[in-house]
């Protein structure tokens, strides 16, 4: 009897080894092949983002970056569960577009990283996905008022910025007001559609694009264009907005991320 309780305690840890736990249910997972070593640029880019963003006040001890891997469209790269300000390229994890980790390095995962993968599932030309709780977008998510550009460095926010409600999803999960698995990033994907912004309801935002430079830069951009909509629109009156055919031009000429990337890298490693 003893030995037979011995065999069935072995199997349960056997299975044990290579499952993941998501909100109490127990799901077998087999680690998914890797889409090789990653340029050691695009890791020190990816390491840059973070400490960028957390030294503009977009992210703080919570928030993350990834990029798609470039020898794997399959694939994406992003930092375990750590403060984004704290990132090394030793702490650059590898995931499956299912949020899968290649190799979990005995670390722990993103619990959000749902957000991830399902974009760059939905969205075949985004290359960099953030998803931050940058504090002046936080009320254009939670009130009747749209978030649109005032600034010009903004104008990518001319083809509107919709808003996600966690409560719209029909999961037991989500009334954490997270995403935490497939399907809760599944819908935000969908309300993301084909745009560069999309708000979450009392919790943040998320901002896609070609390359995690101009991500960065769409990120912060969002940020500031919140606080100026909000001084402008407390100044009362109605407000001349950038226009779309303004902002539409403005996309045309706004491919040149070099001189901020490069200011915002030197200054937040001199930190």
Not at 24 to 36: E, L
Not at 70 to 83: C, I, Q, T
Not at 135 to 150: E, H, K, L, N, Y
């Amino acid at each position: 009897m003893i030995r037979f309780a011995f065999i069935i305690v072995a199997a349960v840890l056997a299975l044990a080894v290579n499952t993941d736990v998501v909100s109490n249910t127990v799901i077998a997972q087999t680690p998914p092949t890797s889409g090789d070593a990653a340029d050691p640029v695009l890791l020190e880019d990816l390491v840059a983002a973070n400490r960028i963003l957390a030294n503009e006040g977009v992210l703080d001890a919570y928030g993350h970056v990834s990029v798609r891997h470039p020898g794997n469209p399959d694939r994406y790269l992003m930092s375990r569960s750590l403060a984004p300000i704290l990132v090394t390229a030793n702490d650059i994890m590898e995931y499956d577009l299912d949020s899968i980790p290649v190799d979990l390095k005995g670390e722990r995962s993103v619990l959000e990283r749902f957000i991830h993968g399902e974009i760059f599932k939905a969205r075949q030309d985004v290359n960099a996905v953030i998803h931050s709780h940058s504090p002046a977008v936080i009320p254009f998510g939670i009130t009747q008022g749209p978030m649109r550009p005032v600034y010009h460095m903004a104008s990518f926010l001319h083809v509107g910025v919709p808003v996600w409600d966690v409560r719209a999803v029909d999961d037991p999960d989500a009334a954490g007001l997270l995403v935490r698995n497939g399907a809760i990033g599944t819908s935000l994907a969908s309300t993301l559609g084909a745009g560069p912004v999309v708000l979450m309801r009392g919790h943040g935002n998320v901002v896609v694009a070609s390359s995690v430079q101009a991500a960065v830069a769409r990120a912060i951009y969002t940020e500031v264009n919140a606080r100026l909509q909000t001084i402008a629109l407390g100044l009362g009156g109605p407000v001349n907005y950038i226009s779309s055919e303004e902002g539409a031009a403005w996309d045309k000429f706004s491919g040149d991320t070099t001189r901020g990337w490069d200011l915002w890298k030197k200054q937040a490693f001199e930190r």
